[in-house]
């Protein structure tokens, strides 16, 4: 019981990464505010552990946003951890990306970031303190063929963690968590060949799991990463080693 009585908030929790952690987070102790644009997917998180309520939210909207915030004040009194793992993407290069692709990828991934936050800080602020942890990738460290928005969006988020770190700690602590290939729907598309040759390509010799990156975001928000701020934790089988 890592986050017993702890609320924490999860965006893009009604599938993949988002949903494994609110369930995590819910088993170990946290009440969690299960924030997605789609409400079945919501349901079926909810359905998987006790103490995750889904709000149908998109990030994207400050107001909503804000709403969504002052609810879960009202109803808890405090916030302490945040996760933004809601994203959207249309993997293009540059000559290929539209105006509308790019917009749409910066505001779920970036601005989202900044509503979430701009709605959490105050509340962290005027309690103990609390953790925001957005899901980076390999991709905000490394170079991708084809990902020239979802590139930009995710090396945008290493600004963002540090940022906060620097602005509001130490009462509040920001780390970054960037997986590599991970198991989730939005890895299910890609062909058999290509996720077998990232699982090669990776030191630990397989893709991960949304449960790797769950432990990892437990740990995140749990007081036994006091000491981390302001950084990110690449968690990628060693992918970025070679
Ligand atoms: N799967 C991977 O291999 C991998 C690797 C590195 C990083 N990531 C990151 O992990 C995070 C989760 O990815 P995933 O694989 O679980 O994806 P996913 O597609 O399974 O889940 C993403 C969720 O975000 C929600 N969402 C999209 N736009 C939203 C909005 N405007 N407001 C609220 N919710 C919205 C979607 O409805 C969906 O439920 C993303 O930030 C992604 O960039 C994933």
Do not use: C
């Amino acid at each position: 019981m890592r986050l017993k009585e702890k609320v924490v908030v999860v965006s893009g929790a009604g599938s993949g990464i988002g949903r494994q952690i609110a369930i995590e987070a819910a088993e170990e102790g946290a009440h969690v505010i299960a924030l997605d644009v789609h409400h079945e997917g919501l349901a079926a998180t909810a359905a998987r552990a006790e103490g995750i309520e889904g709000a149908v939210v998109d990030v994207t909207n400050a107001e909503a946003v804000n709403e969504t915030i002052q609810n879960t004040v009202r109803q808890f009194g405090h916030i302490d951890g945040l996760v933004h793992s809601a994203y959207w993407t249309n993997p293009k290069p540059l000559l290929e990306t539209s105006t509308t692709d790019f917009d749409r990828t910066l505001d779920v991934v970036v601005k989202g970031a900044f509503f979430l936050g701009r709605a959490v800080i105050p509340v962290m602020l005027a309690n103990q303190g609390g953790v925001i942890i957005p899901i980076a990738s390999v991709h905000s460290v490394l170079g991708f063929s084809n990902f020239f928005a979802y590139q930009i969006a995710k090396a945008g988020l290493l600004g963002y963690v540090r940022s906060i770190a620097v602005d509001y700690g130490p009462s509040i602590r920001s780390v970054a968590l960037a997986p590599g290939g991970i198991d989730t729907p939005a890895l299910s598309d890609t062909a058999a060949d290509v996720r077998e040759s990232l699982a090669e390509k990776s030191l630990a010799k397989r893709i991960g799991t949304a449960h790797d990156v769950a432990r990892a975001a437990v740990y995140l928000l749990s007081d036994e990463s006091s000491f981390m701020t302001g950084t990110l934790l690449l968690l990628d089988g060693g992918w970025s080693a070679i």
